[in-house]
């Protein structure tokens, strides 16, 4: 597990990628615990926004997932807990493989600020005006969410 | 006046002991002190007892009167002196052999060696025999210690004059017999009231018995035997009297001497018992192989576990039971501690009887796929039928039935199929692509005229095949439209999986003729296929052939049937006991593996 988080700590310092500002553990001393800043998305209403991710580790990983976490919580996306800021995303859960790292966590989390699917919803309000295709709302509720936080 | 005082304390009347005779006046200069020590020795010495008996010490006080008693008592003076004589001897004695390193010449004869050892043993023979004969025993601890210590004076200045390591007993040392004869002339214990104390001492004398045995006829590699006959009837008395009289009824310095022993005999019994346990369930009676023990943790050990021990045959029983209770104990967890690092740190399990696999990460190399699907078939038979026990008994019996009809099949399942190399001589070939153009015939609607993309072909991923199963056949339908017109069809159709795999595997063969100009030949397609591989596979990964999940090993582990190369021995194993049963890069399902043997 060691040398796999170290590799994974090399590889970050040499990242680049648009969404992915960055990408680091907390303390060099422990790296099972990391923090990621993320960009919205240009064509999504997260873009102009950036997003923080707490991930922790744990002593299994990688034959179980990393724990992921949008950390100031209130996060208004269909696939994300309000109030808890837990993700919901296939590979988080059932289709996690050992193969994947904390880099391909990310991208696939910032894909899914773009790309929301409303059949696993975990804000139902979000989710239903995407279900009946109520963009406009969807956008505009998005966004004062996201100004009012920001505030 | 004086005469009465002498006459009531009897211990200062010491006029009958002197070191010298006459009555000149150097016996007397020298005897009248002597006189006077010994008396005031007595003095204190009854004084001592008097008090150590009085009930007025608290039990604090009185544990050091004992312990300071201890020192001034016969059996302390006897231990430390024999200790000390025996500590000199064996530093003379390392001083000397480092002078004389290369002649190992013995200082004592032979013969008088024989006669030293053969007067010890019957020393300790008219010892162990005594209570047997007599019941006069209240000096026999004492008899009894300077025996024993005797014995071991003899057997350490033999063996070192012989440039020998002494032989000793770990159960008995000098001092541990003579703190326990003290406490129990303290306590006022009489040895012969307990059996098993008495059983104690007689067992001390007999293992000494034994090494001057072995020593007197130069066999000291049968000791451990004899040993360990000695300590298995004494721990069998042990046993018998607890089991008559309970367990507290045991003295307690027994307990400490003795337990030891039983626990790790214990140990022993119960690792040979699960290893064996292990066995039966391996043992597989209609293809017996030795490869399905070979794959248990503890084989290795099983079968070296007198080379693990280390031991030459002049150790004793206890100590040789204790090493192997460690060694049992420790299992292969403790890599680290240089105990027993010959372990492998994976047991790789060549092939596990299946009905006991869970992961099919576990299978190596690929089997046929109708053998994997009577076996799936089986675990569920098995699976549902432990819940009532008559239909678990009929699937028996239908098992047993098999196995009976064709037992040399049962025995193949074991082993990988030998008949995956599929022989490809030019009939078959020729055969299987028309069958496949019929059987197609019957799905597509016959257009001839259809003109395969090259590039769409170049685009169709190596990975899905299944799913893009009908663009393959049409695209390929050109070229085998031509092999057609040579060879007359064959009427066997041919549905099963395995043919349609041989069909796919040659469908790259086909693609790369349809792109060359010429008539492709072996040679060239190798080639092709040679630079083709260089340039896509191996430039993303050149660099890092690490294992995709730890990336601390090397990749030696081929998936089947998605044929993934991404991990590693150790990495598959966790993997497996985590219940993966899909490829980790591809997700579909895995039906084996196939190490490679990498540098």
């Known amino acids: ?3 796999r988080i170290l590799k994974e700590y090399k590889d970050s310092r040499s990242l680049q990628s648009q969404y992915i500002l960055a990408l680091d553990p907390i303390s060099t001393d422990d790296l ?17 926004h950036t997003f923080k991710l707490r991930i922790d580790i744990p002593q299994t990983y990688p034959l179980t997932t990393p724990i992921c976490k949008f950390e100031p919580f209130a996060m208004p996306h269909p696939n994300v807990n309000f109030e808890t800021g837990e993700i919901c995303l296939d590979i988080l859960d059932t289709n996690w493989s050992p193969v994947f790292n904390i880099q391909y966590i990310v991208e696939a989390i910032v894909w899914l600020l773009n790309e929301p699917n409303f059949k696993s919803p975990l804000n139902l309000d979000l989710a239903n005006l995407l279900r009946f295709d109520d963009l406009k709302a969807y956008h505009d509720l998005i966004s004062y969410h996201l100004n009012n936080s920001a505030k | 006046m004086n005469s009465t005082i002498i006459e009531k304390l009897p211990y200062l009347n010491q006029t009958s002991h002197y070191i010298l005779g006459g ?12 006189r006077l020590l010994l008396a005031l020795f007595d003095a204190v010495k009854l004084q001592f007892w008097e008090q150590s008996n009085t009930d007025e010490f608290f039990i604090g006080q009185r544990w050091i009167l004992n312990t300071i008693g201890f020192f001034f008592s016969s059996y302390g003076v006897i231990c430390f002196i024999t200790s000390i004589l025996l500590n000199r001897f064996v530093l003379l004695s390392s001083i000397r052999s480092r002078r004389s390193n290369t002649n190992n010449t013995t200082i004592l004869p032979s013969r008088l060696r024989f006669v030293l050892h053969f007067s010890v043993t019957l020393l300790l023979s008219i010892i162990l025999f005594q209570p047997l004969l007599n019941s006069n025993l209240l000096s026999y601890p004492h008899r009894l210690f300077i025996v024993f210590t005797l014995s071991y004076i003899v057997e350490t200045v033999v063996a070192i004059s012989s440039n020998q390591i002494p032989l000793e007993g770990s159960d008995y040392s000098i001092f541990e017999l003579s703190l326990q004869f003290y406490i129990l002339k303290t306590m006022k214990v009489n040895i012969t009231n307990s059996p098993e104390l008495l059983a104690d001492c007689m067992v001390a004398i007999a293992s000494r018995i034994i090494i001057h045995f072995v020593e007197m006829f130069n066999t000291r590699k049968s000791r451990l035997l004899m040993s360990t006959c000695l300590n298995m009837t004494y721990l069998g008395f042990l046993m018998y009297r607890m089991s008559k009289n309970g367990f507290f009824s045991i003295p307690i310095s027994i307990i400490f001497r003795h337990f030891p022993k039983l626990f790790s005999l214990f140990i022993v019994i119960a690792s040979f018992t699960c290893y064996l346990l292990a066995c039966a369930v391996r043992f597989n009676p209609t293809a017996f192989k030795l490869q399905n023990l070979q794959d248990l943790k503890f084989y290795s050990f099983m079968n070296n576990w007198s080379k693990h021990l280390n031991f030459n045959g002049d150790e004793d029983f206890s100590t040789i039971i204790n090493k192997l209770a460690i060694l ?4 292969t967890d403790n890599k680290d501690k240089n105990l ?3 372990f492998p740190y994976v047991n790789v399990p060549l092939e596990i009887n299946k009905l006991f696999t869970i992961s099919s990460y576990l299978n190596f190399n690929i089997e046929g796929d109708e053998e994997i699907m009577d076996e799936e078939t089986i675990i569920a038979e098995w699976g549902n039928g432990v819940h009532n026990n008559t239909s678990l008994l009929t699937k028996f019996i239908k098992f047993l039935k098999k196995c009976i009809a064709n037992p040399n099949q049962l025995g193949n399942e074991a082993t990988f199929s030998d008949d995956t190399q599929v022989d490809i001589d030019e009939k078959a070939y020729m055969t299987e692509i028309n069958d496949t153009i019929l059987s197609n015939d019957d799905d597509d609607d ?5 003109l395969p993309d090259f ?6 991923d190596d990975d899905d095949y299944d799913s ?13 439209m031509n092999a057609l017109d040579l060879i007359s069809p064959n009427t066997t159709i041919l549905h099963s999986k395995k043919n349609l795999d041989w069909y796919l595997s040659t469908r790259e063969i086909f693609s790369k003729h349809l792109q060359s100009q010429s008539r492709l030949t072996r040679s060239k397609y190798s080639t092709i296929k040679l630079n083709n591989s260089s340039e896509s596979t191996f430039e993303e990964n050149a660099d890092d052939l690490s294992c995709a999940v730890c990336k601390a090993n090397q990749r030696n582990i081929i998936f089947w049937p998605c044929k993934c190369f991404a991990v590693c021995e150790d990495c598959r194993i966790s993997l497996s006991l985590r219940n993966y049963n899909s490829c980790i890069c591809c997700r579909r399902p895995v039906n084996g593996y196939t190490k490679l043997q990498t540098k």
């Not at chain 1, 960009?39 to 102009?48: C, D, I, T, V």
């Not at chain 2, 049992?328 to 299992?331: K, N």
């Not at chain 2, 590039?455 to 169709?460: D, F, K, R, S, Y």
């Open chain 2, 328 to 331: 049992l104990y420790l299992g």
């Open chain 1, 32 to 48: 099972t615990h990391w923090e990621c800043t993320i960009k919205g998305p240009l064509h999504s209403p997260f873009a102009n």
């Open chain 1, 1 to 3: 597990m060691e040398s």
């Open chain 2, 468 to 480: 893009d199963l009908d663009d393959i056949s049409q695209d390929d339908s050109l070229y085998i």
């Open chain 2, 455 to 460: 590039n769409e072909e170049e685009n169709i």
């Open chain 2, 446 to 450: 016959n257009d001839f005229n259809y």
């Open chain 2, 340 to 342: 027993n690092n010959e």
């Open chain 2, 23 to 34: 009555r000149s006046v150097v016996a007397k200069l020298i005897n009248t002190p002597y």
